[in-house]
């Protein structure tokens, strides 16, 4: 999913236009289409933390959204339930990118650029002197200038003084492929395609938000709606194997499609898990890494972070070689805990 409106902060709002843009112009440089903008539904709690935050980030940067009435939720996404006593908002601008090629196509240019990728190989051991920094991989031994970490759910291994502000946990999802009797059958203009549906973000109490991603022509398997819910699950080690998605997972979020997404409801034909890597304010951190000078940091994105990462490719860029960036982005620094 990719939003502008952006209830965990409306300090987000200008980063993840900057990252608008930078898809788009992904787009351009690679002829691909990446970014499908079928809108944003948001349902919720008028009072709550989500829909007033989605308010106020549209307010405070001027984003462009519509706030729905049963009765036009209705006739533009007949799709959708409206949970009782609810607020429906839509984000025309938003929609949902696909990273695997994205991050195909930015490791592409990359290496039109003259970086070389190393793939297959574990960094073991990063060690700052005075005028250089060392890493050691499984392989080889590099010499740098600096060093940018962004390892995920893996990131306190290589810098153990974050330890204890990052979290794994398990995230199981699953593909939903709507039943014939849905109001409109799967594929191109069904009931769950982004011809007609939008991506969605939908309170549903003490369970936990709900949201999906709907089909699209150019789906890479596996196909159906992607739906998962935005809680951090369990805590996990992120080498250890991870536990598939149970029975009960994949019904509660078939379950979830039945109540919430009644005409594009149907079976889980396919599941999978995966990591969030959370921090204690879910904000993600993104700085020079602490007591280092030439090792930079950006992790911790609690489940929020893709679509920020050209963004935060800059960022990066700007601190290893400037020191510091104009970009926004002082209320994600590690100091802050
Ligand atoms: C179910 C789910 C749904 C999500 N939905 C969205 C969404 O809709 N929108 C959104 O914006 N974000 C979403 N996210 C969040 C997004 O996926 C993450 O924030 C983002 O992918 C994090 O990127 P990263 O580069 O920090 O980590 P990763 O993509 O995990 O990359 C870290 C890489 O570092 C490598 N690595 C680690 N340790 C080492 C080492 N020692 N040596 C060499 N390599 C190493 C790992 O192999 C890995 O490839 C979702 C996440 C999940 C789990």
Not at 46 to 68: N, Q, T, Y
Not at 80 to 87: C, D, S, V, Y
Request: net charge negative.
């Amino acid at each position: 999913m990719v939003r502008e409106t952006y209830f965990e902060s409306s300090d987000y709002v200008p980063l993840v236009r900057r990252a608008m843009d930078q898809f788009r112009e992904l787009e351009e440089l690679t002829g691909e289409r990446l970014l499908r903008r079928c809108g944003v539904l948001y349902l919720g709690d008028p009072g709550g933390a989500v829909m007033r935050g989605v308010g106020e980030s549209a307010d405070r940067h001027a984003l462009a959204i519509e706030r729905l009435d049963e009765g036009t939720l209705r006739r533009r996404f007949p799709m959708f339930a409206m949970p009782e006593g609810a607020q429906a908002i839509f984000e025309p601008g938003g929609g949902f990118v696909r990273p695997e090629r994205c991050i195909r196509a930015w490791l592409r240019l990359a290496e039109g650029h003259g970086a070389s990728i190393r793939e297959g190989e574990r960094v073991e051991s990063i060690e700052e002197g005075a005028k250089s920094v060392v890493v050691e991989t499984d392989a080889e031994r590099y010499e740098a200038g600096a060093v940018i970490i962004t390892a995920g759910a893996w990131t306190s291994q290589l810098l153990p003084r974050l330890g204890r502000l990052l979290r794994a946990t398990r995230q199981p999802l699953a593909w939903i492929e709507p039943d014939a009797g849905a109001n409109g059958a799967a594929g191109a203009g069904g009931a769950g395609d982004a011809v007609s549906c939008p991506v969605w973000f939908i309170e549903d109490g003490d369970r936990g938000p709900f949201y999906g991603v709907p089909t699209a022509d150019d789906q890479d398997p596996p196909h159906g709606l992607k739906v998962a819910r935005h809680v951090p699950g369990e805590s996990i080690d992120p080498d250890a194997p991870r536990a598939e998605v149970t029975e009960h997972e994949r019904r509660d979020l078939e379950d979830a499609m039945r109540r919430l997404v009644p005409g594009a409801a149907g079976r889980a034909t396919a599941a999978a898990t995966c990591l969030y890597t959370m921090t204690p304010d879910e904000h993600f951190i993104i700085d020079r890494a602490p007591e280092r000078r030439r090792t930079f940091v950006a992790c911790g994105f609690s489940g929020h972070g893709f679509k920020f990462a050209p963004v935060i490719g800059e960022i990066l860029a700007d601190l290893v070689q400037k020191g510091s960036t104009e970009l926004p982005c002082g209320f994600l620094r590690a100091s802050r805990f």
